[in-house]
């Protein structure tokens, strides 16, 4: 599993990608974390407000950091 975080780096998406690595590891899956900061990437997955979660390429959600049990959910 490929979880991608779509931000430039604020607090936000730090907690974003924070949350993300606790709950995968909590699911005990395996995955590989990807941090893209360039915005012209971004965009390219449609994301106009960051922080961005995507999971193997697709959107999960935007604009927002989802609870613990919304993220698993996302990631299960």
Not at 55 to 64: L, N, Q, S, Y
């Amino acid at each position: 599993m490929k979880i991608q975080i779509l931000g430039i780096g604020c607090p936000k998406c730090k907690r974003l990608a924070e949350a993300a690595e606790a709950a995968a590891r909590e699911l005990g899956l395996e995955y590989e974390l990807e941090k893209i900061t360039d915005i012209q990437e971004i965009m390219k997955f449609g994301v106009m407000m960051t922080p961005g979660l995507a999971v193997d390429g697709k959107v999960k959600v935007a604009g927002r950091i989802p609870d613990a049990g919304e993220m698993k959910s996302l990631l299960a």
